[in-house]
């Protein structure tokens, strides 16, 4: 759809087109806000990455939005939709919360992208002393799986907050378009099951040589399981191939893809065989790595769970994290919703007749869908953690909270560079107390810092 075809007035759930009717009479102001909030039995997440409302702002909300047009193309709409008159010709809001709400989902890819960042840091670190390579160890494989061209920008995008490596090409074009990055990531040549059977079961030593001499320099990626992993891995690349195989540079290395199997066993299986193959050298921690010109990626089967139990398998046998590059799709676009994070967009003041009044919520069957009061503030408590200010108690000068669009104008822009300034690592998110589903009860401490307002 063009951005001219848009109809804002049309972009909402369809009760909320009711919603005018039941204020209270001459409320002239509604104050809400938008958060992820902590879930009933403790929250999976103890960090959210915000990401995604400027492409939003942008695309939809920035400069003439409405048109007598687009409201009489509305107003027939909801008439025919409800059959009945609810529509609010001359006084509806101008900005829906549906399409805030929505904002869910790039925060949900680029929190769950920085997860597997800490998992990868975490074991990097340990098994190699260093964070070289890091922001190249997770690759988004994720573009074939979601389900709209949108979905493929948004997820896409928020990953490049936190790595530079996929092949979802509309997060590219949405990093250039929207946050001002001519190329926010990379990729490689690589192989798929079809350009490898193609060349039939007796000729497969044929199609990796073939990918070896078509892409002679830079990395190239083959998939090697086709038929067995294990034979392909000893006989071909360890044997038939190998000359060629320890010609190619650091810059320009193999990397060998399963596709199949328990991602873990197969994957240290695969490792053992290049060793016997290829051999291997000790890093300056002690840990086994392959030469150079030889590396592996897993794309199957992947999510933060599996990662880290294939990290922990391969440390267990003493091998460095150096040796392999992971890829994700399903679990990092598209396994997640609106529930992952708990996101919500609830008011939290009105006014009527001039005089404000905090309102909320506070459901006696789940407390933890209780909302904040009063007009909001950010500000970062001395033990550094962000906590908000509830009832417009707030210091000014304190509150972190920026207009970034006001009467239908961007007032404040971000480049994906600074995005990804804001997201980057710390030390402490490396250490294993503050990752997921470590250590519950410094979690619980740390989500109550961030998750909870002040009054």
């Known amino acids: 759809m063009a951005a001219q075809d848009f109809n804002i007035l049309l972009a909402t759930d369809s009760y909320k087109i009711t919603h005018y009717k039941q204020y209270p009479p001459n409320v002239s102001k509604v104050y809400s806000y938008f958060e992820c909030r902590r879930k009933k039995g403790g929250a999976q997440f103890n960090e959210i990455v915000f990401f995604g409302l400027q492409y ?41 919360e549906t399409m805030l709400v929505q904002m869910w989902y790039p925060i949900s890819v680029a929190t769950i992208s920085r997860e597997f960042k800490k ?12 964070l070289e390579g ?22 896409g995008a928020a990953h490049l907050v936190n790595f530079c490596s996929t092949d979802t090409v509309a997060g590219l074009l949405m990093a250039q378009r929207y946050y001002g990055c001519p190329m926010a990531g990379f990729s490689m040549p690589a192989a798929e099951h079809s350009t490898i059977i193609s060349w039939g079961r007796s000729r497969e030593k044929e199609a990796f040589e073939s990918m070896l001499d078509q892409f002679p320099t830079g990395p190239v990626s083959v998939v090697s399981d086709s038929y067995d992993i294990f034979k392909a891995c000893r006989h071909i690349w360890g044997d038939k191939l190998k000359e060629r195989v320890i010609e190619r540079s650091e810059d320009s290395c193999l990397i060998i893809r399963p596709d199949s199997g328990d991602p873990a066993e197969t994957l240290i299986e695969v490792i053992k065989i290049l060793e016997e193959c290829f051999g291997c050298s000790l890093n300056s921690r002690g840990f086994k790595v392959l030469p150079s010109y030889l590396r592996i990626i897993q794309g199957d089967g992947i999510d933060l769970n599996s990662v880290d139990e294939i990290l922990e398998k391969l440390s267990d046998e003493g091998w460095s994290a150096e040796n392999v590059f992971f890829g ?5 676009l598209q396994k997640l919703n609106r529930d992952t994070l708990n996101c919500a967009f609830k008011c939290s003041y009105v006014e009527t007749n001039g005089k404000g009044m905090d309102v909320y919520k506070q459901p006696v069957t789940d407390p933890s869908k209780g909302s904040k009061r009063g007009l909001l503030s950010l500000r970062r408590n001395s033990d550094g953690f962000i906590e908000t200010v509830e009832r417009g108690v707030g210091k ?16 404040q822009e971000y480049t994906l560079e600074e995005i990804r300034k804001n997201a980057r690592l710390q030390e402490d998110d490396i250490a294993p107390s503050q990752h997921n589903q470590d250590e519950p009860k410094s979690l619980e401490l740390h989500q109550k810092h961030i998750m909870n307002g002040v009054h």
């Not at 998992?119 to 260093?130: D, E, V």
């Not at 000014?396 to 007032?411: A, Q």
Request: charged share 25%.
């Open 56 to 96: 939003l702002l942008k695309k939809y909300l920035s400069g003439r939005v409405i048109t007598e047009e687009k409201i009489q193309e509305a107003k027939v709409f909801y008439q025919m939709h409800f059959r009945q008159t609810v529509f609010d010709e001359e006084g509806w809001r101008k900005v829906l």
């Open 119 to 130: 998992i990868l840091a975490k074991h990097l670190k340990a098994t190699s002393g260093s």
């Open 396 to 411: 000014p000068e304190e509150d972190m909270l920026v207009i970034v669009f006001e009467n239908g104008s961007i007032v």
């Open 328 to 332: 994700c799709g399903s679990a990092l």
């Open 134 to 155: 890091l922001d190249f160890k997770l690759h988004d494989f994720g573009y074939r799986g979601v389900s709209s061209q949108e979905s493929a920008a948004l997820g």
